[in-house]
């Protein structure tokens, strides 16, 4: 393999992560593919591979240790290192009911993928990681995810109160906060990003955003310089508050 910068987005045969994987590779990252079905992985990897982007498949269910465990060793195999790391994979389970009539065990479901899988794989690719001379890991969170968002009344989506995905996100900035915290002193920088209400597969194509705006937050925390941020939160024009 190549001296190219390398990079991991999980969930990233369509979607946000796809357009991502394709905005990096048009950068000249090698882009490693983490799907949990691997016909579609495949798919997209051939696809990136037709335009001239280097790109493998990893068979990867982060909500799975055993697969975790062989996505970091393929990694480890293949490139030796990890450039940047994108928590992209999430999920949204039945936020239509009323957070006092919602089910528990959809909740643990819900933060299973959104929050205990980016913690657990992101401990696991630390050591990859912290081999690149810049390391970068991209948290995708949501606007949902802001706690000051939420509580006013005014807020564009003050409507949504879905309380296992809203949650799950503002849990997963607290997680990227600890994270950054830790290794304030290193090369890493690790982020949180909003890419606001976009239209995919996850919302049935509703959201007004397409999936090149939604990328291109995530794009610039996973090439940030040596004097970027870390530990915050961003959309597209800036901070977010959390």
């Known amino acids: 393999m190549s001296q190219a910068k390398t990079v991991l987005i999980t969930g990233a045969n369509k979607g946000i992560g796809y357009e991502t994987a394709q905005q990096l590779g048009r950068q000249g990252y090698i882009v490693f593919i983490g799907a949990r079905d691997e016909s579609r992985g495949q798919t ?8 001239g982007i280097e790109a493998h498949f990893v068979l990867l269910d982060v909500t799975n240790s055993s697969t ?6 393929q990694i480890e195999q293949q ?3 990890l450039d940047v790391l994108i928590n992209n994979a999430g999920v949204s389970i039945d936020e239509m009911s009323p957070p006092s009539q919602y089910k528990v065990e959809n909740m643990r479901k819900v933060y299973d993928t959104n929050v205990f899988a980016v913690v657990e ?7 990859l990681l912290q081999k690149s001379s810049a390391g970068r890991i991209v948290n995708v969170s949501s606007g949902l995810g802001s706690i000051t968002q939420n509580s006013d009344p005014n807020y564009e989506y003050a409507a ?3 309380l296992a995905y809203s949650s799950s996100k503002a849990s997963l900035n607290a997680v990227t906060v600890m994270f950054a915290k830790e290794f ?12 606001g209400y976009t239209a995919t597969d996850f919302n049935g194509h509703t959201g007004p955003r397409s999936v090149e705006q939604a990328a291109t937050i995530i794009v610039k925390l996973a090439t940030l310089d040596e004097d970027g941020p870390t530990g915050q939160f961003f959309d597209e024009n800036g ?3 959390w």
């Open 239 to 241: 901070i977010v508050p």
């Open 121 to 127: 794989l992101t401990q696991q690719l630390l050591p």
């Open 79 to 81: 490139s030796g290192s």
């Open 68 to 73: 975790i465990q062989s996505a970091v060793h």
């Open 160 to 162: 949504f109160n879905g």
């Open 44 to 51: 997209a990897v051939e696809q990136l591979l037709q335009q």
């Open 184 to 195: 304030k002193d290193t090369a890493l920088k690790i982020n949180a990003a909003d890419p």
